[in-house]
């Protein structure tokens, strides 16, 4: 993967780099022989031909600046099929004169134009080694409802999505219905106040199959935290029950781990040794051996293999999340439980973290469940969206199946039409149809 970002690196300077040739060459013709008379009467085609090339070399270094590599487009691949043709036409007026001038440059220009012909190959190529992509694979996409409640309706809206995704179901989490993992079977959360019970949720069911990621979003106050407690162990339902392969959860076991969102890490001990102490808790029969190679892989699996003896304290936030993930991971839990672990993060780190975690989650497809705030975090990670009803008394308003196939390019799916249709929607659900009520 590694060997292949930098193929792609130096091809895109290269082609960049070709770009700024011919732009140069064009600058020089049209100010160093712009009077004579082989050039004067395709000059305004050579200043058209300049500005176009500015364009294509504009388009490229933004996109560098952007995303520092990326694949050519079919856009530019248009531009550079335009100059071609017209270098062609001033290859061929240039057969036509023969002035000393003419004469001069006519093999530069040849040369321009079978540089600019090798700059289209490379873009073809560049175009033709990214995954393929369909043009016009109409997808249906259906939203499921659950719970109904009396704002809620019982139809299952649907449209049909141009994607330029491929629908590629066999690199998808495959789920078995049949044989559930986690199931939350109506369940219900009071807790008891001095004027009567306070009904933080309410008839709430979802099965999760093994190895699915589902997030979960709502406003403060809808009971998703209530709810990752109830199946983390550390609370019980009211009403209603929550299994792990058919066994009711009654209290926190090594088999479902939480990640918070404040990192919750011991400040005296390092990470090397905050790890360590989870391995050692939940596997003591072990060798001290074992034990240790557990940990140093999983600090490798995060990228920290030299933070291992850094306390938290000297660690940035996105450092110590990497060690909460590490520690959670190491112990192997059969479901992963974060709640809103990146919130706390600046916008950069955070999309570090997403696709770490997803390359983890990809490597060793664990359940998660996972909170969240952030719509395109959830579009980007999740299987499944659950969006639930404004509180007390929420409820599962709506469950949304995640289209886009695995694994994930975050640059492919924000350039893919189906997913603003998808964000929009969300936040249709989130700020229109369950807005706050600020009274």
Not at 8 to 25: D, G, K, V
Not at 98 to 114: D, E, K, M, N, P
Not at 145 to 151: C, E, I, P, Q, S
Not at 241 to 260: K, Y
Request: proline share 5%.
């Amino acid at each position: 993967m590694v060997k292949k970002i930098w193929l792609r690196a130096a091809n895109t300077y290269f082609q960049l780099s070709l770009e700024i040739l011919i732009e140069i060459a064009l600058i020089t013709l049209n100010w160093r022989f712009g009077n004579c008379d082989c050039i004067k009467a395709i000059r305004p085609l050579l200043w058209a031909l300049t500005i176009i090339n500015a364009g294509t070399i504009t388009h490229t270094i933004v996109n560098l600046l952007k995303r520092k590599t990326i694949p050519h487009s079919r856009n530019e691949i248009a531009f550079e099929v335009l100059i071609e043709a017209g270098l062609l036409l001033v290859d061929f007026n240039f057969l036509l004169h023969q002035c000393a001038c003419a004469v001069l440059i006519r093999w530069l220009f040849i040369a321009l134009t079978l540089v600019n012909a090798a700059l289209i190959w490379l873009t073809i190529q560049d175009i033709r080694n990214m995954p393929t992509m369909k043009k016009s694979a109409a997808v249906n996409l259906s939203f499921h409802r659950t719970n109904d409640t009396a704002g809620l309706s019982t139809t299952k809206p649907s449209w049909k999505g141009q994607s330029a995704l491929p629908r590629d179901r066999t690199s998808t989490t495959q789920l078995n219905p049949a044989d559930p993992f986690l199931v939350v079977d109506g369940v219900s959360k009071i807790y008891p106040t001095q004027n009567g019970g306070y009904t933080v949720l309410q008839d709430v069911s979802l099965t999760v199959q093994q190895g699915e990621f589902v997030c979960v979003i709502g406003h403060s106050g809808c009971g998703k935290t209530t709810l990752l407690n109830m199946v983390a162990g550390f609370s019980r339902p009211t009403d209603g029950s929550v299994t792990l392969h058919g066994t009711p959860i009654t209290e926190p076991g090594p088999d479902r781990m939480v990640v918070f969102q404040g990192y919750a890490l011991l400040p005296w001990l390092t990470a090397y040794e905050n790890i360590y102490l989870a391995v050692d808790s939940v596997h003591p029969q072990k060798s001290e051996a074992e034990k240790k190679q557990i940990v140093r892989e999983h600090l490798a699996l995060v990228g920290l293999a030299d933070a291992a003896h850094k306390q938290p304290g000297q660690l940035s936030g996105g450092m110590r999340q990497r060690v909460a993930i590490a520690r959670a991971l190491a112990i192997r839990p059969e479901v992963l439980i974060l709640d809103e672990p990146f919130g706390a993060l600046d916008a950069i780190t955070k999309e570090e973290l997403q696709v770490e975690l997803l390359k983890i989650w990809n490597d060793h497809r664990c359940t998660v469940l996972m909170i969240t705030h952030d719509i395109d975090e959830a579009l980007f990670l999740a299987d499944r969206l659950v969006m639930m009803t404004n509180g007390p008394a929420a409820k599962i308003g709506e469950i949304i199946e995640i289209p886009f196939p695995r694994p994930r390019d975050r640059d492919r799916i924000m350039e893919d039409p189906e997913f603003y249709q998808l964000r929009n929607y969300i936040l249709d659900y989130l700020y229109n149809r369950f807005a706050h009520d600020d009274e």
